[in-house]
């Protein structure tokens, strides 16, 4: 009998939302410090002119921070906005938080009368949002599958922020899933893309290196 991947994501995704929703404030808040502070102190971050990044909900790794950051260094910094009608998002350059405005899913977007869409991304990072990850960067999203067609035709790289407690030793995959090249969490960072894994099978059984 085959293994109803779709089943136990359902199961994982309904355990990471319980997680998050159990924190206390305060716990929350210095573990997207800690994540921040990683993540800008990365040489990737630090190099890049570009930053991709979503933002967040209440729910998941803060981001606000980051934007912050990034426009204060004189970065680019885009976010995400759902293409009406598609599965489908697009990046719109931001020069700060009012130019977002609640859309798709009750998430700020940027608004698109005053934010240009970009169509290149070069010497870009891509920070990635995720209810979960393993070790071997692989990501669980919502299910919708937004990020999973954008990164098809991003080639830049990428960082997944997540909760150490909300990070798997192997998550259920499809072929075409593309992995981050660095996670990060509030205990660590864990460097991935020199890594070489088995293309086949539902499951990834990975040995992961030091570090988280």
């Keep these: 009998?085959?293994?109803?991947?779709?089943?136990?994501?359902?199961?994982?995704?309904?355990?990471?939302?319980?997680?998050?929703?159990?924190?206390?404030?305060?716990?929350?808040?210095?573990?997207d410090e800690a994540i921040f502070k990683q993540v800008a102190?990365?040489?990737?971050?630090?190099?890049?002119?570009?930053?991709?990044?979503?933002?967040?909900?209440?729910?998941?790794?803060?981001?606000?921070?980051?934007v912050e950051d990034a426009l204060r260094k004189g970065k680019t910094v885009a976010a995400p906005r759902c293409v009406p009608g598609k599965i489908a998002m697009d990046f719109y350059r931001i020069t700060s938080m009012r130019d977002l405005e609640s859309a798709s899913f009750s998430v700020l977007e940027p608004k698109t009368e005053c934010c240009p869409r970009l169509?290149?991304?070069?010497?870009?990072?891509?920070?990635?949002?995720?209810l979960?990850?393993?070790?071997?960067?692989?990501?669980?999203?919502?299910?919708?599958?937004?990020?999973?067609?954008?990164?098809?035709?991003?080639?830049?790289?990428?960082?997944?922020?997540?909760?150490?407690?909300?990070?798997?030793?192997e998550l259920p995959r499809g072929r075409f899933d593309r992995r981050a090249d660095i996670l990060v969490t509030e205990s660590g960072v864990l460097r991935l893309k020199k890594e070489k894994l088995p293309v086949k099978g539902a499951f990834v059984?990975?040995?992961?290196?030091?570090?988280?």
């Design 1 to 31: 009998m085959g293994i109803d991947i779709r089943g136990i994501k359902q199961q994982l995704r309904a355990s990471s939302k319980e997680y998050r929703r159990s924190l206390r404030l305060s716990e929350k808040v210095r573990m």
């Design 41 to 66: 102190a990365l040489p990737e971050y630090q190099k890049a002119k570009l930053l991709l990044t979503y933002i967040s909900t209440p729910i998941e790794v803060a981001t606000f921070r980051l």
């Design 119 to 130: 169509t290149r991304f070069p010497e870009a990072v891509c920070i990635l949002p995720g």
């Design 132 to 169: 979960a990850f393993d070790r071997a960067g692989f990501r669980l999203g919502y299910g919708k599958g937004y990020y999973d067609r954008f990164l098809s035709r991003y080639h830049g790289v990428t960082i997944g922020i997540c909760y150490n407690a909300c990070v798997h030793d």
């Design 205 to 212: 059984r990975y040995r992961p290196p030091d570090g988280i």
